[in-house]
């Protein structure tokens, strides 16, 4: 990119320092490239708020595609021998919750906590796990399909946390990066390039069918899990059923009879018997209401008519003159 | 005129112009009508002016003429030659040396304009404004007997010339002069002068036709009646006359038709006086038959403007049931030009003739030559057409009939926009006959008599050669040139060509063998050998008859059965030379579709054995009893399932299919089913495996997988179950279950949700009812639609590979390409239904080329055939919803509903295609259809197909490894079919069986880099990747989420700053991820 090494690239934007990487000239590609990586210390927002983990994290915006924690070790290794405890990428995190897993249950407009043993929550907050939580972690990964992808790609500009041993250590890298950019040099970026191209794919290939006993198992397990939920929700409405509340109420329940006609039956079953009140009657009865329906008609008609003109309007305008070609 | 502007203006009380519906089709058919007749109505007076102007001088000096004694006819032609240097122009056979009469010129009885200008029936958009300038000549220089033996054309020649010399002396630099032939007609020449200027404020090009004509009563109506001979052999004296003598109808009628121009507008002023409506009907019937490419000239078929105005005068008068007018003058110009063209093709006038007004009289039997025969005036209209050109005007009045009775459709630009004289769209099949190819014409004979009796010969013999295999044979002659005054007619060029047209009848088309008459036929029998020659053969039949037969093969030749009989015929009929120069155009799908089976036509039968191996699949189904729940469906949803698909699935024994067909199979409903959307993908994934158990169970050596998809997201289908036949057929099995829409429209409609999980709920939905509803259903309906129009997957198949080849098949779903395709064949107009892949394809180039996709939608009907005006008002008015929401199309750029799919963006969601791929494919479309109209019957078809990557920023090579596991892979091994099995089971092929990297590799890219680049690739094989940088991609302030890697770049004189696309890392990322995959990558340098 010739015409690009003219352009100045700045060294910090923000609050973000700016970080060149050279990129491995490739067979394929042989041109030199340098990507830019923006460090910045992480600030949570919203909820979260800082946790213990926040003074020895930097935020990592616009990572690599082949971005992994290896990769980060090392670079940040080679940039000032600085020790990375973990990445958290942001993409990895962001894994919609399994709806039925949490064991929670609505009832009546309101929220019941059913006790079984995996409790709720699938919200993999980094460190104080306790061993209640590693207990719900790995029934939860019993559960979960396998994964199809072997190594994982980011979308192009994604971000990442990396949380490094200490505060001291972090510090280090953002001077280094800082300096490092002013310098105009550039750390190499190593990721481990001979898992991509063919091979990953392949991977991937072999990984979509995953061995039937395998998959069988999680899916027992997870049916299993299930079926207990669900009696134990039903438990809980039968309970509500039979039990006034401390008013003397008994609440209204669904599911008080054996099957329950399902919502959408009974309007269906509504529709058709107004269907077959209408066809008895036999259309218009009173004489006022033919005249209605034609007055309608007409009305229709007119407002068709106006329609079209508007329609054969606006394509004259769109297309101007009607030409045969 | 106050009756014109009376239509052309919506009448004030609206009441009664919504009640259209009878009178004009309907109110948007009836606007844009009478926008068309008022923007092709001549309006500017000034042309007027100069055009009357032109005109009067032209008068003034045409009776400033002097007058020339008689001369015999020699001596006339010779002085004619040596004073003014004109050749006069004699028609052919020349005037006999000894002819004992003499020609003269004297001042005419009077001079005045004819035709469509005096009438006011003449359009703005025709290329040159022609105006007939009738000359009648004097009565006193013709003799009582001059209708006979060409005498009155032989004058008529000599006063023609002296015109020409006369105007030529005056005002001659005014013009270029030239002399033609009226309408074609040999027996009548004209004189052309065409004025060296413009008209006001147009290029139109002013050209005034002289024509000589003669009083109407100056020869007698019974001498010229069609069925009397006017031109005497040439006998020697003592011969005996002959009492029979051979009627002479083109002869009689063109003398009358001369006779008569003037009487013909008269007719027209009073049909215009007695109906409102007919002008404009002329105006409409004008564009009509423009559009057609039918003029009056011989060669034009014979049937154009003069025709048809005369044809609607006299209908107004006659031609009903007890001699009242067929049509009444109260009929709206919609109802006249309806009307017309339903008499034009409900009658079969080369049968039955037909007289109007007058005594009935016999008619010759002509050449198949229709007639319609004015009593009055002693004339067939129809007196210049051919047997052909005939069947090709019936054709094309059919098709618009049928045009103007679909209501379901604005059918307006089909009727009067397009263009519908393309051989290449309108003919399955073209062939060209070069005129020199064909037998030597003899020195004396007439050029153009000869022209048309070969056409005539070609005619007949494919006509009788290829019976129902064909539909219609039309046939072409090339024009006569007009020729300068001081020449002969010119001949005709080297180079020309006869083309003639088929339309073939896709049923028969394919038929290997031909049934003749049976031996007993003594009389057919003969005829049938003598037509046929060697090729004929008597034929026992399993039914015990014997007939005389034709036993055509596939393999001869490497050409198809149609091509192969063709050239038969032209060799055996008209001689060796002739079939030897002649040019087949036609086919070309079968070369494009399938280069490896050369000669083979391409029909269903290549998808016989997939549609088996489904059928069997759903036998073998059915057939498992311990499945935990009844099935349902077994349905196929798959292009490889509906003949569709690019490449032929697979042969069974000798390739394996390398994408497994998608099929969705329904159990019955069941309480037992969890009621969680969750839960009820484990549990479908449960049922997988279980079936995947029985199956192996029960078939040996299939395979069964079952494989996961969208394992991130819960609300989407996470399993299927692949089952791969020791056939080869390979088949993807997915579960519908019912319950899952009515849990996710749940969900959708429940309160407080995040915008994020409510697109993606959204997102569920539409994934659900595209695959499990709208797939299936789509199959199903092209399933039926192939056994109704067998050109139709074939033609599927060109489109796609046209779609796939200039990159864009990423983009445009299959079925989408599909609904573009089926709209040609069930809404074909102003064509009929295609029957053949290639007018398929090109008829589909030009809808798309002119579909405006911005403003409207796509509407097919899928064939279902219960698709009404309402439902498509009802398509439209989604449309414009969707415009209303999305005005910049960022989420819907094109709009295609089906009959079967009302929601119209099934396939087109989330800008799929974007807005320069849509773009793309209509500037291609439109390129397309510009050079296939320019190169006409040269077009390289196969150049259609051809990329252009200069257009692109990026081009992404592919390692050739890898891009060609796509199609049908071989097994390598040979040998005996047993062996050939187990080996095709043990080489672990099926592990490639749906396994494309370059694909993945491709979806990857999109997924990664899809904010900054977008990328086109040939999904069937091809082995480069293109990509064109987003626009945005360019410098901008700076904003750290913008979807793609970036460079901080520092603005030169201040702190700010900007970000802009890494473009350098971008593609090094492109090709770490590519690996071994990407040969290189290559930066377009501008």
């Not at chain 1, 054996?258 to 058709?272: S, V």
């Not at chain 1, 009173?286 to 209605?292: D, I, L, N, P």
């Not at chain 2, 082995?1023 to 987003?1030: A, E, F, M, R």
Request: proline fraction near 6%.
């Amino acid at each position: 990119m010739s015409s690009k090494s003219s352009l100045k690239i700045a060294t910090k934007v923000q609050d973000f320092v700016v970080l060149p990487l050279s990129l491995p000239p490739l067979p394929s590609y042989p041109t030199p490239a340098t990507h830019y990586l923006y460090l910045r210390p992480e600030a949570p927002k919203g909820t979260d708020g800082p946790d213990e983990d926040t003074p020895r994290s930097l935020f990592l915006a616009n990572i690599p595609i082949d971005a992994t924690e290896p990769a980060f070790r090392t670079l940040f290794k080679t940039l000032c021998g600085a020790l990375v405890e973990r990445v958290d990428f942001e993409a990895a995190l962001q894994k919609p919750s399994l709806v039925a897993l949490t064991g929670e249950a609505i009832v009546q407009g309101t929220l019941v906590n059913v006790p079984i043993e995996v409790k709720r929550g699938k919200k993999r907050k980094r460190g104080a796990e306790g061993a209640e939580d590693a207990k719900v972690k790995k029934a939860l990964e019993e559960m979960e399909l396998p994964k199809t992808w072997g190594r994982e790609i980011w979308k192009s500009g994604s971000n990442a946390t990396v949380v490094f041993v200490d505060e001291t250590t972090r510090n280090t890298v953002l001077k280094e990066s800082r300096r490092m950019a002013k310098k105009g040099d550039a750390v190499e970026w190593q990721s481990n390039i001979e898992e991509l191209g063919e091979k990953r794919y392949r991977t991937h290939h072999t990984l979509t069918y995953p061995p039937k006993d395998i998959l069988q198992q999680k899916i027992n397990t997870y049916l299993t899990h299930f079926t207990k939920l669900e009696s134990a929700r039903s438990k809980l409405l039968l309970k509500q059923r039979s039990v006034p509340d401390e008013d003397g109420f008994v609440t209204v329940t669904r599911g008080g009879r054996a099957g329950p006609a399902r919502l959408e039956e009974a309007q269906a079953a509504a529709e058709r018997l107004k269907e077959r009140e209408k066809k008895r009657i036999g259309g218009d009865f009173y004489r006022f209401q033919t005249r209605e329906g034609r007055k309608l008609k007409e009305r229709e008609l007119k407002d068709k008519f106006e329609e079209d003109k508007k329609r054969v309007q606006s394509m004259r305008e769109r297309r101007g003159k009607i030409r045969p070609e | 005129m106050s009756q014109l502007s009376r239509i052309s203006q919506p009448r004030s009380d609206f009441l009664g112009a919504a009640y259209t519906g009878e009178v004009f089709k309907s109110n948007l058919f009836k606007f844009q009508v009478d926008e068309l007749l008022g923007q092709l109505r001549p309006k500017s007076n000034k042309q007027d002016a100069v055009v009357e102007k032109e005109l009067h001088l032209l008068k003034s000096t045409i009776d400033a003429i002097p007058a020339r004694a008689p001369l015999s006819t020699r001596d006339a032609e010779a002085a004619m030659e040596r004073n003014d240097g004109i050749v006069v122009p004699f028609p052919y056979p020349r005037p006999p040396k000894d002819a004992n009469y003499r020609l003269q010129y004297a001042k005419p009885a009077h001079v005045n304009a004819v035709g469509s200008y005096p009438l006011k029936t003449i359009t703005k958009n025709e290329d040159s404004l022609v105006v007939d300038f009738v000359v009648t000549m004097p009565s006193d220089i013709f003799q009582e007997k001059d209708y006979m033996n060409y005498r009155y054309f032989y004058k008529r020649a000599y006063y023609l010339a002296c015109l020409a010399a006369g105007i030529k002396s005056s005002i001659g630099n005014k013009y270029s002069l030239h002399f033609d032939y009226l309408h074609g007609n040999r027996l009548l020449p004209v004189l052309v002068a065409e004025v060296k200027m413009n008209l006001a404020h147009s290029r139109r090009s002013f050209s005034i036709v002289i024509l000589p004509a003669i009083a109407e009563r100056l020869f007698p109506m019974e001498k010229l009646l069609p069925n009397k001979n006017c031109v005497r052999p040439n006998h020697m004296a003592g011969d005996s006359i002959p009492s029979e003598k051979e009627p002479t109808p083109f002869y009689n009628a063109s003398l009358r038709a001369n006779a008569f121009v003037t009487a013909y507008l008269k007719l027209q002023h009073d049909a215009s006086r007695q109906c409102d409506a007919y002008k404009d009907t002329c105006v409409l019937g004008r564009i009509w038959l423009r559009q057609r490419g039918l003029t009056s000239r011989v060669e034009g078929g014979g049937f154009g403007n003069f025709e048809w105005a005369v044809t609607v005068a006299l209908l107004l008068q006659s031609g009903g049931p007890n001699g009242k007018p067929a049509f009444s003058s109260g009929y709206s110009s919609y109802q006249l030009f309806k009307a017309t063209l339903k008499y034009l093709a409900s009658k079969d006038l080369s049968k039955i003739p037909q007289t109007l007004g007058g005594d009935p009289i016999t008619f010759p039997r002509g050449q198949g030559v229709p007639v319609l025969f004015d009593g009055i005036r002693g004339l067939n209209l129809f007196f210049k057409m051919t047997a052909w050109s005939y069947r090709l005007l019936q054709h094309e009045a059919r098709s618009s009939v049928a045009l103007l009775n679909d209501s379901t459709f604005d059918q307006f630009s089909a009727a009067f926009i397009l263009r519908v004289d393309q051989p290449v769209c309108k003919y399955d099949v073209n062939i060209k006959i070069p005129i020199d190819s064909l037998s030597n014409i003899a020195q004396d004979e007439d050029s153009t008599a000869w022209l048309d009796e070969r056409c005539h010969d070609v005619f007949s013999c494919l006509s009788q050669g290829l019976t129902d295999r064909v539909k219609l044979v039309s046939v072409h002659r090339p024009a006569e040139p007009q020729w300068n005054l001081n020449s002969s007619p010119t001949a005709m060029e080297q180079a020309a060509y006869i083309s003639v047209g088929l339309l073939v009848d896709p049923t028969n088309v394919h038929r290997l063998v031909d049934h003749g008459p049976a031996a007993e036929e003594k009389k057919a029998a003969v005829a049938f050998r003598k037509f046929w020659g060697t090729r004929a053969e008597l034929r026992r039949f399993k039914d015990g008859s014997i007939l005389e037969s034709l036993v055509w093969s596939k393999k001869d030749h490497g050409s198809t059965i149609l091509q192969q009989i063709i050239f038969y015929i032209l060799n055996r009929h008209l001689g060796e030379p002739c079939a030897k120069h002649s040019t087949y155009i036609g086919d070309q799908d079968t070369r494009l579709l399938s280069p490896s089976l050369k000669g083979s036509s391409l029909n269903e039968s290549s998808f016989q054995p997939m549609m088996a191996a489904f059928k069997a699949l759903e036998d073998d189904i059915r057939a498992l009893d311990d499945l935990p729940l009844h099935l349902r469906h077994v349905l196929g949803a798959d292009s490889q399932l509906s003949h569709g698909s690019v490449e032929v699935p697979f042969a069974p024994g000798r390739t394996r299919m390398s994408t497994p067909a998608d099929v969705i199979i329904q159990f019955e409903g069941s309480a037992r089913w969890p009621d969680d959307i969750d839960a009820i993908q484990r549990t479908k994934t449960a049922f997988l495996l279980k079936l995947a158990e029985l199956m192996e169970d029960k078939i040996p050596q299939l395979i069964a997988r079952v494989g996961l998809e969208n394992e991130n997201s819960p609300l989407l289908n996470q399993a299927f179950l692949d089952l791969n036949y020791p056939t080869g057929a390979a088949f993807r099995l997915r579960i519908h279950h019912d319950r899952e829409a009515t849990l996710l429209e749940k969900r959708l409609s429940a309160k407080g949700m995040v915008t994020l999980e409510k697109a993606e709920t959204a997102l569920a939905l539409a994934t659900y009812r595209r695959v499990f509803i709208r797939q299936p259903a789509h199959t199903q309906a092209l399933q039926n639609l192939v056994t109704r129009f067998p050109a139709l997957p074939t033609a599927i198949r060109l489109m796609k590979k046209w779609v796939s080849s200039h990159l864009l098949s990423p983009h445009l779903s299959e079925p989408l390409i599909e609904l573009f395709v089926t709209r040609t064949f069930t809404n074909p107009y102003p064509w009929q239904t295609p029957s053949s892949a290639t007018t398929g394809f090109l008829r589909t180039l030009i809808f798309l080329s002119r579909w405006d996709w911005r403003n409207e939608p796509w509407i097919v009907d899928l064939g279902t055939g219960d698709m009404k005006a309402n439902d498509v008002a009802a398509i439209t008015t989604r449309f414009e919803a969707w415009r209303k929401i999305d005005p910049a199309l960022n989420r819907v750029v094109m709009f295609a509903a089906s009959s079967i799919d009302v929601d119209g963006t099934t396939r087109t969601d989330h800008a799929h295609p974007p807005k320069v791929v849509a773009g793309r494919l209509t500037a291609l479309a439109k390129s397309a259809v510009r050079v296939s109209k320019e190169k006409g019957l040269e077009l390289d078809f196969e150049s259609l197909f051809v990329a252009d990557l200069n257009d692109y920023d990026i081009i992404i090579r592919l390692n050739p490894k890898f891009t060609k596991s796509t199609g049908a892979s071989k097994p390598k091994h040979g040998g005996f079919k047993n062996l050939q099995l187990q080996l095709i089971r043990n080489s672990h092929e099926e592990d490639n069986v749906g396994y494309s990297p370059v694909n993945l590799f491709f979806r990857e890219l999109e997924q990664k880099f899809g904010h900054a680049l977008v990328f086109f690739w040939n999904s069937y094989g091809g082995d480069v990747i293109t990509c064109l940088w987003n626009p945005q991609t360019e410098k901008r302030p700076w904003k750290l989420k913008v979807g793609y890697s970036t460079m901080p770049v520092g603005e030169p004189e201040s702190d700010a700053v900007s970000v802009t696309a890494n473009k350098g890392a971008i593609l090094n990322d492109i090709a770490r991820l590519g690996g071994d995959m990407v040969l290189d990558i290559k930066v377009k340098t501008s």
